[in-house]
């Protein structure tokens, strides 16, 4: 049972119920059923959080930093399985794949692990990986910095849908049109990046422990 080979390893001694084969096998139920409607589908993995991988997966140590790419290496088949399923069902090629995280992780960088406690690069700087419904050979990067708040904005305009109203988010769609062309950004598109964390998050009647980060250009405070 992989559900079962999937092994905790959180370095802060939590652990969660389940683990990713449950929601890859919702995820697969779910496009069985409504895959032929438009759908929406969200899903949280969750088993890298808790530096949880398959028993039988790849290994590459026995360090913090190894056990995470074991747990990413896990993720990684649960997310083609999913894949796999829409090409099987005949829905890759109608279908945007947005892959994203809500953080990084520490590994010693500043001298500490895990996260929700900086706001260095290595927690702040995320993966956004769109796969669209075709191929782009090859494929594309877009070097201008952009903003998690970006993502619906975004995501949104590729669907031809209209913004959400208010939303502090732009679309990055001029970015990878750029990109695509081997253009320069367009002008004014390039703005600072702000981060914000409250280090007494978790800790009920704690008083506030905030800090806060802005990236422009190369330079960080």
């Known amino acids: 049972d992989t559900r079962q080979a999937c092994t905790p390893r959180d370095p802060v001694g939590a652990g969660l119920q389940g683990s990713d084969a449950d929601i890859t096998q919702a995820a697969t139920q779910f496009l069985q059923s409504f895959g032929r409607d438009r759908f929406f589908l969200y899903l949280h993995y969750m088993d890298v959080h808790q530096y949880a991988s398959e028993a039988s997966g790849p290994t590459f140590g026995t360090s913090h930093s190894d056990f995470y790419d074991s747990a990413i290496a896990w993720v990684d088949r649960n997310v083609g399985q999913v894949v796999a399923e829409l090409e099987r069902l005949g829905l890759a090629s109608r279908t945007l794949i947005v892959i994203t995280s809500d953080h990084g992780e520490e590994f010693g960088e500043h001298g500490g692990e895990g996260h929700g406690r900086t706001l260095y690069h290595e927690v702040t700087d995320v993966p956004w990986i769109l796969v669209p419904p075709f191929r782009l050979e090859p494929g594309i990067?877009?070097?201008?910095?952009?903003?998690?708040?970006?993502?619906?904005?975004?995501?949104?305009?590729?669907?031809?849908?209209?913004?959400?109203?208010?939303?502090?988010?732009?679309?990055?769609?001029?970015?990878?049109?750029?990109?695509?062309r081997?253009?320069?950004?367009?002008?004014?598109?390039?703005?600072?990046?702000?981060?914000?964390?409250?280090?007494?998050?978790?800790?009920?009647?704690?008083?506030?422990?905030?800090?806060?980060?802005?990236?422009a250009d190369d330079e960080r405070l």
Do not use: C, H, K, Y
């Not at 903003?147 to 975004?154: K, M, R, V, Y």
């Not at 004014?188 to 981060?195: E, I, M, T, V, Y």
């Not at 704690?206 to 980060?213: F, K, L, Q, Y």
């Open 182 to 215: 081997g253009a320069s950004p367009p002008p004014g598109l390039d703005r600072p990046a702000f981060a914000a964390l409250d280090r007494s998050w978790g800790q009920r009647g704690a008083a506030a422990n905030r800090i806060a980060s802005v990236v």
């Open 141 to 180: 990067v877009v070097e201008t910095s952009v903003s998690s708040l970006d993502i619906f904005p975004t995501v949104l305009d590729l669907m031809g849908l209209p913004p959400l109203p208010g939303a502090e988010g732009r679309s990055a769609l001029p970015l990878i049109e750029a990109a695509i």
